[in-house]
């Protein structure tokens, strides 16, 4: 478009020249305003595709922070890897430079030839206002490193604020504060997590079994996995009442059996100091879970698994063949789908996990499998809705470190500021300050 406008502005001026000299000087100050105003810019796209964008994860701290400024964002889907459409302002601009965030600037004419070719029925493309900077929880004991968690560390590294909560807050509805949830990589059995045969002698896991007791009677009760039941029930209202819930790992699995399991014993004698209950397997309702169904739990306490849910076990792909591809989904007709799945390759490296991913064989019919891995058979990144909110599970514990082990050191997300699989993470995080519109999925 600006080419055609220099031609015009040459051939104006070619003209002008013809002009007696009074007349002439008028038009060249009328011509220059008019070409000042024709070059000035309105919007900022922030590029998300491979080859324009250098700092992928950051590009969604300074959308954020745009929001956080009272500014309305538009979100581009499937429009050069789920660009963003940014208010044109000198601190935005300043801003972008500072945290190395790739952007163009573009003129009103430019802009409205992006949204018309995305508006085209043609076109699988949507442009999706995001309207308010949502209030972020992150569910983690307190005192845990920000590296303990993929979603704590890349929130940090993007630059995006989070407040950390735990069993005191959720006990005392304080989730009624904050739009989006990220649960920690929890257990909600009270098994602590599984780890008794490899680690009960270990003096970090005598450390965190003696806390979780000392917080569970603090707060009135006498075993773990009541007070851990109770949590999870409370972020089950949450989400019914609106709230939106992205959980990873352990924290998934764990999660939808103690939701499963309310009312009754699964936890051995070393985990809770009784038995469990008798034909415990039977007593599960799987119509209290969130995502899953028909699955067994695992009754050793000297196995590392919950329960039949996870795939980890059953896994065989070597680490150089481990990716799973993200769904495609009608930008105009399912842009809760498309949003969560925005990224600038469909596939992405796989990662372990205590819960690597799902058997969907255990996945309800009524959520979506956003991310699977076709060769193994397994889903890897879910949706579903439940009440009035939302919930996202995903399965594996860092996108960036193959097998992470306890006690592995950090990712650094400056090495990695393009990954595809933190980029899912952040999907999320965006996801509760859009405009929604119905689902058609």
Same mark, same amino acid.
């Given at each position: 478009?600006?080419?055609?406008?220099?031609?015009?502005?040459?051939?104006?001026?070619l003209?002008?020249?013809?002009?007696?000299?009074?007349?002439?000087r008028?038009?060249?100050?009328?011509?220059?305003?008019?070409?000042?105003?024709?070059?000035?810019?309105?919007?900022?796209?922030?590029?998300?595709?491979?080859?324009?964008?250098?700092?992928h994860?950051?590009a969604?701290?300074?959308?954020?922070?745009?929001?956080?400024?009272?500014?309305?964002?538009?979100?581009?889907?499937?429009?050069?890897?789920?660009?963003?459409?940014?208010?044109?302002?000198?601190?935005?601009?300043?801003?972008?430079?500072?945290?190395?965030?790739?952007?163009?600037?573009?003129?009103?004419?430019?802009?409205?030839?992006?949204?018309?070719?995305?508006?085209?029925?043609?076109?699988?493309m949507?442009?999706?206002?995001?309207?308010?900077?949502?209030?972020?929880?992150?569910?983690?004991?307190?005192?845990?490193?920000?590296w303990?968690?993929?979603?704590?560390?890349?929130?940090?590294?993007a630059e995006?604020?989070?407040?950390?909560?735990?069993?005191?807050?959720?006990?005392?509805?304080?989730?009624?504060?904050?739009?989006?949830?990220?649960?920690?990589?929890?257990?909600?059995?009270?098994?602590?997590?599984?780890?008794?045969?490899?680690?009960?002698a270990?003096?970090?896991?005598?450390?965190?079994?003696?806390?979780?007791? $000392?917080?569970a009677?603090?707060?009135?009760?006498?075993?773990?996995?009541?007070?851990?039941?109770?949590?999870a029930?409370?972020?089950?209202?949450?989400?019914?009442?609106?709230?939106? $819930?992205?959980?990873?790992?352990?924290?998934? &699995?764990?999660?939808?059996?103690?939701?499963?399991?309310?009312?009754?014993?699964?936890?051995?004698? $070393?985990?809770?100091?009784?038995?469990?209950?008798?034909?415990?397997?039977?007593?599960?309702?799987?119509?209290?879970?969130?995502?899953?169904?028909?699955?067994?739990l695992?009754?050793?306490?000297?196995?590392?698994?919950?329960?039949?849910?996870d795939?980890?076990?059953?896994?065989?792909?070597?680490?150089?063949?481990?990716?799973?591809?993200?769904? &495609?989904?009608?930008?105009?007709?399912?842009?809760?789908?498309?949003?969560?799945?925005?990224?600038?390759?469909?596939?992405?490296?796989?990662? $372990?996990?205590?819960?690597?991913?799902?058997?969907?064989?255990?996945?309800?019919?009524?959520?979506?499998?956003?991310?699977?891995?076709?060769?193994?058979?397994?889903?890897?990144?879910?949706?579903?809705?439940?009440?009035?909110?939302?919930?996202?599970?995903?399965?594996?514990?860092?996108?960036?470190?193959?097998?992470?082990?306890?006690?592995?050191?950090?990712?650094?997300?400056?090495?990695?500021p393009?990954?595809?699989?933190?980029r899912?993470i952040?999907?999320?995080?965006l996801f509760?300050?859009?405009?929604?519109?119905?689902?058609?999925?």
């Amino acid at each position: 478009m600006l080419i055609y406008d220099n031609i015009f502005y040459t051939l104006l001026w070619l003209k002008i020249c013809t002009f007696p000299r009074m007349i002439q000087r008028i038009l060249i100050v009328l011509l220059f305003l008019g070409c000042s105003l024709s070059a000035s810019a309105s919007y900022i796209l922030i590029p998300m595709d491979a080859e324009g964008q250098k700092e992928h994860l950051k590009a969604y701290g300074i959308t954020y922070w745009t929001l956080e400024k009272n500014q309305k964002v538009k979100w581009l889907l499937n429009y050069r890897g789920g660009s963003f459409l940014l208010p044109d302002a000198e601190e935005i601009r300043k801003e972008c430079q500072i945290r190395g965030v790739s952007f163009e600037i573009l003129s009103d004419s430019k802009t409205e030839q992006i949204l018309l070719e995305i508006s085209s029925p043609s076109q699988n493309m949507e442009a999706v206002v995001l309207e308010k900077a949502p209030r972020i929880a992150v569910y983690s004991p307190k005192g845990n490193q920000p590296w303990d968690d993929a979603v704590t560390m890349v929130l940090t590294y993007a630059e995006i604020p989070y407040t950390v909560v735990y069993d005191e807050e959720v006990l005392s509805d304080q989730l009624l504060l904050y739009d989006w949830l990220h649960v920690h990589h929890e257990d909600f059995t009270g098994q602590y997590g599984k780890f008794y045969r490899a680690y009960r002698a270990a003096p970090w896991y005598i450390e965190e079994k003696r806390k979780a007791e $000392m917080l569970a009677n603090k707060l009135g009760y006498d075993k773990v996995s009541e007070e851990k039941r109770d949590v999870a029930l409370k972020i089950r209202d949450y989400v019914i009442g609106g709230g939106f $819930m992205f959980a990873m790992c352990s924290a998934t &699995d764990s999660f939808d059996i103690a939701l499963a399991a309310e009312g009754v014993d699964i936890c051995e004698p $070393m985990f809770d100091g009784d038995p469990s209950e008798p034909g415990y397997q039977s007593k599960i309702d799987y119509n209290k879970t969130f995502a899953f169904k028909e699955f067994i739990l695992e009754r050793s306490p000297m196995v590392y698994e919950y329960s039949s849910i996870d795939m980890t076990r059953k896994r065989r792909i070597p680490k150089e063949t481990d990716y799973f591809s993200l769904m &495609d989904y009608s930008a105009k007709w399912d842009p809760i789908p498309c949003m969560l799945v925005q990224n600038h390759t469909a596939l992405v490296k796989g990662f $372990m996990g205590q819960t690597t991913s799902y058997d969907p064989n255990t996945v309800k019919a009524n959520v979506l499998v956003m991310g699977e891995n076709k060769t193994n058979g397994e889903a890897r990144y879910i949706h579903g809705i439940k009440g009035k909110g939302f919930f996202t599970f995903y399965g594996g514990h860092d996108p960036e470190d193959y097998q992470h082990r306890v006690g592995d050191a950090k990712t650094e997300l400056a090495l990695h500021p393009n990954s595809p699989g933190y980029r899912l993470i952040l999907n999320n995080v965006l996801f509760p300050a859009a405009k929604k519109k119905k689902q058609k999925t």
